[in-house]
């Protein structure tokens, strides 16, 4: 044939594929996702192979091991106990509570790396909400907001580095950034989940807070939370939450969840000049590992993949459980 372009020159050897090659990935790409409980020893999740809960110990181990590895960020989940639960979800500004705590511990311990926190009231709240309910079952925004600044402002105190508001609440990000301003706490920064899709996808994460919606024989608790987390068949409404987050004051936007969502992240990496980060959620990481374990796949290429067509979508960051095996297979290239 005579053909004039070949576009399969450019992929002839490996250095020419190197050569062209568009995208990256590093661990410092990577933001790991961590799970604490107040007990003294580490108990794995069911629903998440190689993810646990981990005690103070434990926790300090493996974000020294994260660090090593090259990782840069990690954010913190609390499991927090039933009888600290309660329908305000007050526990989640104590400052002597477990996430502050584990901050303190962090900070003094690997004060290097930099710590995210989440913002909503689902793992104190015993309604399992990410805001307050009325007694019709209506999520409260303004009021939710009042106490979503005190956890931003406990947390900021304790030392986190990015507040990640995950409420979907109207108006968050602006609320926190001022409540954060006037505090004192102008450095730090927020890194706001602001496409965040009312999933399925939660299902192993909701198991291991045990922070899925739950009854109260008082009142009617709505088992979903679609009226603050956007529905999975809008795209363009993606793009005012954004427009919000943005002139609210957010430093970086998430798209959440992930590959389900990529035309979400590559929408806002065109929209916005502000990093995105991309949250590749607990039901994605568990369906890889199920198949894995079943050796359906090969764990390590489908998982380099995966973030790798991330950061091809305009994703800088990327929370992902398998931040530290992703880090090894990459540092053994
Ligand atoms: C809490 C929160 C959730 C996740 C992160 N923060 C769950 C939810 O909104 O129900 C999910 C993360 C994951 O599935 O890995 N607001």
């Not at 992930?258 to 980060?277: C, E, H, M, Q």
């Amino acid at each position: 044939m005579n053909l004039i372009i070949r576009p399969r020159r450019l992929r002839r050897t490996d250095a020419i594929r190197e050569m062209v090659r568009e995208n990256h990935l590093h661990p410092q790409d990577f933001i790991y996702p961590l799970f604490i409980h107040e007990k003294d020893f580490q108990e794995e999740i069911s629903a998440m192979p190689g993810i646990y809960r981990w005690d103070m110990n434990g926790l300090i181990k493996e974000v020294s091991r994260a660090w090593e590895l090259g990782i840069r960020c990690i954010v913190l989940f609390p499991k927090i106990d039933d009888s600290l639960k309660t329908e305000d979800g007050s526990e989640c500004f104590n400052e002597a509570g477990l996430i502050p705590k584990a901050i303190r511990i962090l900070k003094k311990e690997i004060p290097e790396m930099a710590i995210m926190t989440d913002v909503a009231l689902d793992p104190y709240s015993c309604d399992g909400h990410d805001g307050l309910v009325d007694d019709n079952g209506k999520i409260l925004n303004d009021e939710t907001i009042e106490i979503l600044k005190k956890q931003a402002i406990t947390q900021a105190r304790a030392g986190a580095d990015f507040i990640g508001p995950s409420d979907m609440m109207d108006g968050r990000v602006g609320a926190i950034r001022t409540a954060l301003d006037i505090e004192g706490f102008s450095d730090v920064g927020i890194i706001s989940y602001t496409a965040k899709f009312s999933s399925a996808y939660y299902g192993p994460f909701r198991t291991a807070l045990d922070s899925a919606p739950k009854e109260n024989n008082r009142k009617i608790i709505p088992d979903n939370k679609s009226t603050y987390q956007m529905d999975p068949a809008n795209s363009r409404e993606a793009l005012i939450e954004s427009a919000l987050d943005q002139y609210e004051g957010a430093d970086i936007l998430m798209v959440k969840p992930g590959v389900s969502y990529l035309d979400i992240v590559y929408r806002l990496s065109t929209f916005s000049n502000k990093p995105i980060a991309a949250y590749n959620v607990s039901g994605e990481y568990s369906m890889v590992k199920a198949a894995a374990m079943k050796n359906w796949i090969n764990e390590k290429d489908i998982v380099l993949e995966t973030l790798l067509s991330f950061k091809r979508a305009g994703a800088k960051l990327i929370l992902t459980y398998h931040a530290c095996d992703a880090s090894k297979w990459l540092n053994e290239k």
